[in-house]
Nanobody
Framework: QVQLVESGGGLVQPGGSLRLSCAASGFTLDYYAIAWFRQAPGKEREGVSCISSRDPRRSYVHFVEGRFTISRDNAKNTVYLQMDNLKPEDTAAYYC??????????????????WGQGTQVTVSS
C-alpha cells in the first residue's frame, strides 16, 4: 500500500524551529519528486517547497526562502523540511506529496498523485 506519513509538527514560539519528516512506505522515493504544501484554516493549499528525484533541485516559495530547507535521504525513504525562524503566519497543516518524475519538481498541487494526511504546525507565543 502506497503511503506517505508526515511527522514533526507541533507548537513552537515565534523564531523557533521544527523539522518535519515525510516517510514513504509501499514504494521507494528514489525516482519521485517530493513537495511540501500547507493549508491554513479558510485558505487554499499552497506549495512551500519541493525537491526533485535526481541531482536534487530545490524550489521554495518566496515567503519561506532563507528560512526553510528541504532535503531527502533516499536510504531512509524520507524527505525533511527544516523550518527555522518560524512566524505566526506559518501556522498551518503541512502535507507532503509525491509524483514519479525526473530531474524537476513543481509547486503545483495538480502535479502530485500521492499525498500524506498532514501534520499541524502552530507558531504562537
Amino acid at each position: 500500500q502506497v503511503q506517505l506519513v508526515e511527522s514533526g509538527g507541533g507548537l513552537v514560539q515565534p523564531g523557533g524551529s521544527l523539522r518535519l519528516s515525510c516517510a514513504a512506505s509501499g514504494f521507494t522515493l528514489d525516482y519521485y519528486a517530493i513537495a511540501w504544501f500547507r493549508q491554513a484554516p479558510g485558505k487554499e493549499r499552497e506549495g512551500v517547497s519541493c525537491i526533485s528525484s535526481r541531482d536534487p533541485r530545490r524550489s521554495y516559495v518566496h515567503f519561506v526562502e532563507g528560512r526553510f530547507t528541504i532535503s531527502r535521504d533516499n536510504a531512509k525513504n524520507t524527505v525533511y523540511l527544516q523550518m527555522d525562524n518560524l512566524k505566526p503566519e506559518d501556522t498551518a497543516a503541512y502535507y507532503c506529496a509525491a509524483v514519479r518524475s525526473g530531474n524537476r519538481c513543481l509547486l503545483s498541487r495538480v502535479w502530485y498523485d500521492h499525498w500524506g494526511q498532514g501534520t499541524q504546525v502552530t507558531v504562537s507565543s
